[in-house]
Each structure stands twice: as structure tokens, then as C-alpha cells.
């Protein structure tokens, strides 16, 4: 037992649990903790709370390590609520710790007194405000604890004036709970493969419960003749060249995962509570695999509902179906489709509509920057659209996003915890003008802290997601274009490498700087800056290309807006019949 500062004790809790570092603007007295244990727990200083909490929820989505996130009383404890809101609809453990005014000045209304409990309480679900300094060190071990459990943020409020009381310390040992990875029963199993068997169109849809079973979503998919299809966050969880990946499905989908999950006449949902199969024919036949019993019929009536881990499962069905099914006409198709949206893809990024290169040829471009373990911090926007879509993960790439919150300003955010948490990988971040101009500020974090991260910035003019959107729904575009800064002068300014990117030629040179600087073992973060068209991305929330559902009228006007021609992408049940 050792005497310290509560403060202190707080920080010793935290690498007790094997935390290296916080992320936060130092205030009040908690920060007094940090200084004494620089050396084993480093404060991340942002320029913006909001960033840190964003930090803190993708450090934790990229690693499993609860992430981290501290703010001062009032409004800087109001700014990490973006970060949570985004960590607790991502189902991801996180430990928000903040200031409030001294116990004696608790609802006086003091200045910065504001009932921090009352706004924070809903949001989490662990959530105390210490009451005597002596507590401070339990409680974040417990919050921590119940973070980890419950998969979602956790919230400790410390008094201003009890952090610097001196207290008695002595850190015991930490205990992960090891949660054992259930499996289905081989009746379950038998009934699977049987369903599958018995289906003429069947495919599988998977979601981020898969991230750990990338060669067993494979395995299936190739014994059992099912395409893959999945969600937006689970990008780069199936390998982006694998023939039997359509892509993601929704408005950041793909036309191939579109079509062929329209026209399954069976669904095997992996790891996955994707809200898209809500809008699928009642007569598909569904089967849902799931390693949460919350997450289990949620989203359509099933014929059969498995509460499994997602890797256990699929590995099951392989092991029980040791011959690989013939390839049906439905696979084939599908694999065409896939490889005439790959051509469709290059031919975007070919194009130069009013001389402006597209979002999808600067992309292209940004992806040879790829090694095999790079790490993609994406925001949110048509950037995301255009990024799953163009960017590789074909080895071991991995991506994190935003995905139910849909928090714009996470790219940068997650690029900083990118690469302190994994120092060796490189990183990527690509964000839209809109989002980039949010959080701008933090860009100065990245260079205090020599974070040699490469950032994209998409730059149209304008809030080109919502402007599709509207334009979709008959409305205008009111509002929605904005005026840019020249951003890569912003970042020179800051310190950065600003790379301006208007043509093919700027484009090719600042990818030759890129990869200059790495190979000279640069520590400095970059920032290309590409103007780009403001046509959208091809829309496949909704599509209208296939004979036998849309009339010849709706056909056109969608392959008219998009240049998507029948000739060089059929539907797919032409290709169907083709067979």
C-alpha cells in the first residue's frame, strides 16, 4: 500500500490494466496524476475533446484495448458525448473520465455547474460520480470492468477538488473475464446445410461478428457455392479480391450485392443484425447466426436462429460438409456481375467529367499507397462509398468507421489512434471536405506527435451524401455546398505535407512524393487534397436495372443518370439467363 495523490492512483489504476495512454485536453486537477507516470501512461493532448473521444471508440474498435478519452469540467465534458454516442451504438467498450466543480460548489450554481450526471446517464451503463477521493482508483477499475462486460461506454465523474487528496493505493490484480465461444448443436448444423441444399439462389450476408473469421466465411462460401455479401462496417472482413465477394449491400453497397440479394430465395445472416433484410421478400428463407441472443430475429421472421459465435459456426458446416456443392448458374451469374462492377469501377476512375478527375480515380490511385497491413480510418459520406468500393483490402488491410452513429470528423480522429496505438502499420484516413473541415484543428495533433499518417481529403464543394439523398427524394440541394479553404496549404501551414491534387498529373506526382517519403522514413503527416467531381457515386440503395422488376422507363432514367449501360453491366438475371 502506497500513499499518492488520488489522481495519481487514478493513472496507476489504468496501467494496472495495461492502458499506455488517454486522450483528452489537460484541465483540472486529474491531469496532476499524469505528470509523476508520463513515463508509462502518456496523455494524448488533441485540440479538440470530441476528437479524443472519436480516438478513444476507434483505438478500441482497431484493438480490443478499451480506449480512453478525459475532459474538464462543463463543455469540455459535453464534448466527448460524440465520441460516446458513437461507442455505444458500435457496441464498443470505452472509458470516459471528466471533471465537475468542487463538492462544495455542486448545484450552487457555480460557474461550469452542470449536472453532468443527468446528461451522461442514459448514454452508458456504467455511469457514478465519486464521492470521497478514496473511491477514485475502485471506480475506474469497476467502470472498466463493466465496459469490457457490457460492450459499451463507461462513465466515472471526479469533484474537482477530491483528484488532489492524498489516499492509500495498492493495485490488484486484473482478472479478463474469458468468454467461451459457443457453437451450434449438430442438429442445427444438419438443418443448415439441408436448407441450403434445398435452395436455388442461396447467399450469405455477414456482418463485423465475422472479423476474426475471414478464412472460414471463405471456406464456406467456396463448399457451399454461396456469394458473400456484407455490411458496410464489416468492409475488408472478406477479402476484396475474393470471386465470390459481391461487395457491401445499402447506399454504400456495390450493384452486384444489390441484385444478388434481391434475389436470393435464401439468406445465411453471419455475425450480423443487418437492418437491410427487413426490406427483402417475406418469402425468403432466413437463417441467422448470431453470438448475441439480443441480436437474434431482430431484423426478419427466421426459419432458423443459431446462437453461435460466428467462426465456430462456419467452421461447423465446413467440417460437416466435406465435399464442395456444384457451382449453380446463380453463382456464376453473380460472379459475373461482380467482375462487370469491377470494370465499371475502372472505368470511373477513368473518366474526367469536365476535365475534373472522379473520386473513384483519385482513390484508385491512393490505394497502390496500400501495403498489406495498412490501417483505412474512414468518414462518413459518399468519401465511404467511394472508399469500400476503390480501396484494397486484399490482405490483411483492416478498416474502421463510424457505422451506426455515422459520426463525420471520425477519419482523422481514427487515423491518430491508428498509429500511436500501432505505430508499425501504415495508415490511411480519407475523409470528404465536409467532415475534414470539422476537425481540421487536430491535423496539429498528428504533427506534434510525428504521426506520419496519410490523409485524403475528398474535395467537392459540398454535403455530397445528403445532397444525393435529397436529389433522390425530388428535393433540392439547399444549403448543402459550402465554401473549401485550400486544404493542403492549411496542413503546411500546421506543419503537415500539403499535396494539391486538381489533374492526373498533380495526382501522379503527389503519389510519387507519397511513397518518396515513406521510403525516406518520414515522420510527418500528409495531406492530399484532390478536388474532384461532384457526381456522385452510382446510387445502389435503390436501383432500378432489372427487366423482370422494373419497368423500362424507371430502367432507363437510373442507367441514363449513372452512364451504367445494360450492353456493358445486364442486370443479373440476364446474366442468369445467359447461362
Do not use: C
Not at 89 to 116: G, H, K, W, Y
Not at 182 to 197: D, F, H, M, R, W
Not at 439 to 463: A, C, K, R, S
Amino acid at each position: 500500500m502506497t500513499e499518492m495523490k488520488a489522481s495519481q492512483a487514478l493513472v496507476k489504476e489504468l496501467e494496472n490494466w495495461g492502458i499506455d495512454h488517454v486522450y483528452g485536453i489537460p484541465a483540472d486537477s486529474i491531469i496532476d496524476g499524469f505528470a509523476p507516470e508520463q513515463a508509462s501512461v502518456n496523455y494524448i493532448q488533441v485540440r479538440h475533446e470530441e476528437v479524443g473521444a472519436l480516438a478513444a471508440a476507434a483505438e478500441t474498435k482497431l484493438t480490443g484495448k478499451i480506449g480512453v478519452a478525459l475532459a474538464s469540467v462543463g463543455p469540455g465534458a459535453v464534448h466527448l458525448l460524440y465520441g460516446m454516442v458513437d461507442a455505444k451504438m458500435d457496441r464498443t467498450p470505452m472509458l470516459l473520465i471528466m471533471s465537475t466543480v468542487a463538492t462544495s460548489m455542486i448545484n450552487t450554481r457555480f460557474i461550469q455547474d452542470m449536472d453532468e450526471n443527468e446528461l451522461f446517464a442514459s448514454l452508458d451503463t456504467f455511469h457514478e460520480q465519486v464521492s470521497n477521493p478514496q473511491q477514485i482508483p475502485s471506480t475506474i477499475r469497476r467502470a472498466i470492468t463493466a465496459a469490457y462486460e457490457t460492450q459499451s461506454p463507461s462513465v466515472v465523474i471526479i469533484p474537482d477538488n477530491l483528484a488532489s487528496k492524498m489516499i492509500d493505493y495498492t493495485a490488484m490484480p486484473v482478472q479478463h473475464a474469458a468468454k467461451p465461444k459457443a457453437s451450434g448443436t449438430s442438429e442445427q448444423v444438419y438443418e443448415t446445410i439441408n436448407l441450403i441444399k434445398g435452395a436455388q439462389r442461396p447467399v450469405m450476408v455477414v456482418g463485423t461478428g465475422i472479423k476474426d473469421a475471414k478464412a472460414a466465411v471463405v471456406g464456406v462460401s467456396k463448399r457451399f457455392g454461396l456469394p458473400v455479401i456484407s455490411s458496410a462496417p464489416a468492409s475488408g472482413m472478406v477479402p476484396s479480391n475474393f470471386e465470390n465477394f459481391m461487395g457491401s449491400q445499402g447506399r454504400m453497397g456495390t450493384q452486384p450485392a444489390y441484385e444478388v440479394l434481391h434475389a436470393a430465395d435464401l439468406v445465411l445472416m453471419v455475425g450480423s443484425s443487418n437492418p437491410f433484410v427487413r426490406f427483402l421478400s417475406k418469402d425468403v428463407t432466413f437463417i441467422q447466426v448470431n453470438e448475441r441472443a439480443a441480436g437474434l430475429g431482430r431484423e426478419a421472421p427466421a426459419t432458423q436462429l443459431i446462437l453461435a459465435d460466428a467462426g465456430t459456426y462456419l467452421q461447423q458446416l465446413i467440417e460437416a460438409q466435406p465435399d464442395r456443392l456444384q457451382e449453380t448458374a446463380f453463382l456464376k451469374a453473380s460472379q459475373k456481375s461482380r467482375a462487370n462492377w469491377l470494370h465499371y469501377l475502372d472505368a470511373r476512375a477513368a473518366e474526367r467529367p469536365d476535365g475534373l478527375l472522379t473520386a473513384e480515380g483519385v482513390l484508385k490511385a491512393v490505394g497502390t499507397l496500400a501495403d498489406a497491413d495498412t490501417i483505412y480510418g474512414l468518414d462518413i459520406g459518399n468519401n465511404t462509398v467511394w472508399s469500400t468500393r476503390m480501396l484494397p483490402f486484399d490482405q490483411n488491410q483492416k478498416m474502421t468507421m463510424s457505422a451506426w452513429f455515422g459520426a463525420m470528423g471520425y477519419a482523422v480522429s481514427a487515423g491518430i489512434a491508428a498509429k500511436i496505438a500501432q505505430p508499425n502499420r501504415r495508415v490511411i484516413t480519407v475523409s470528404g471536405d465536409g467532415g475534414f473541415s470539422m476537425i481540421v484543428q487536430d491535423i496539429l495533433t498528428q504533427v506534434q506527435y510525428q504521426l506520419p499518417i496519410i490523409n485524403v481529403v475528398i474535395e467537392n464543394g459540398g454535403f455530397g451524401f445528403i445532397r444525393q439523398e435529397k436529389a433522390n427524394s425530388g428535393q433540392t440541394d439547399y444549403a448543402l455546398k459550402f465554401k473549401n479553404a485550400n486544404w493542403a496549404g492549411v496542413a503546411d501551414n500546421m506543419g503537415a505535407i500539403g499535396l494539391r491534387v486538381t489533374d492526373d498529373e498533380s495526382l501522379k506526382a503527389a503519389i510519387q512524393k507519397v511513397n518518396d517519403l515513406i521510403a525516406a522514413g518520414n515522420k510527418t503527416p500528409i495531406v492530399i487534397d484532390a478536388i474532384v467531381s461532384d457526381q456522385p457515386p452510382l446510387e445502389t440503395g435503390r436501383m432500378a436495372v432489372d427487366p423482370k422488376v422494373d419497368t423500362e422507363t424507371d430502367i432507363k432514367a437510373f442507367r441514363d443518370q449513372y452512364n451504367f449501360p445494360a450492353d456493358k453491366y445486364p442486370a443479373l438475371s440476364t446474366l442468369i439467363d445467359q447461362q
